[in-house]
């Protein structure tokens, strides 16, 4: 059984950093495309990062660009996102995500294949 577990997040105040850590079990943890999604309070679950396995590189939002970091290790079957410059909008459940595919439409939620429960972060202003 494939599990994803979030941890790292919390309540933090604008500009600070928080770092997100997601372990995954159950799955051949390097060849999965990972993800990092996020949902506010009555809106859709959106993009935030994803790091395609093979090599294929990592892809942003817009809205993160310059400020978050993801990253990997496949030793430890984590994968983690570092969230610096933290604004109240980034106030979100965030979710880890892993799909098998390389290439295509890592942005959208359909294209993974797996999830994890989600962790709440909120920036205060």
């Known amino acids: 059984q494939v599990r994803l577990t979030e941890s790292g997040g919390g309540l933090v105040q604008t500009g600070d950093s928080l770092r997100l850590s997601c372990v995954a079990s159950g799955l051949t943890f390097s060849l999965y495309t990972l993800g990092w999604f996020r949902q506010a309070p009555g809106m859709k679950r959106e993009f935030v990062a994803a790091l395609l396995w093979g090599g294929f590189g990592q892809n942003y939002a817009d809205s993160v660009k310059g400020r978050f970091s993801i990253s990997r290790d496949n030793a430890k079957n984590t994968t983690y996102l570092q969230m610096n410059s933290l604004k109240p909008e980034d106030t979100a459940i965030y979710y880890c995500?892993?799909?098998?595919?390389?290439?295509?439409?890592?942005?959208?939620?359909?294209?993974?294949?797996?999830w994890g429960k989600g962790i709440q972060v909120t920036v205060s202003s």
């Open positions: 995500a892993a799909s098998q595919l390389q290439t295509g439409s890592y942005y959208s939620t359909g294209w993974y294949d797996h």
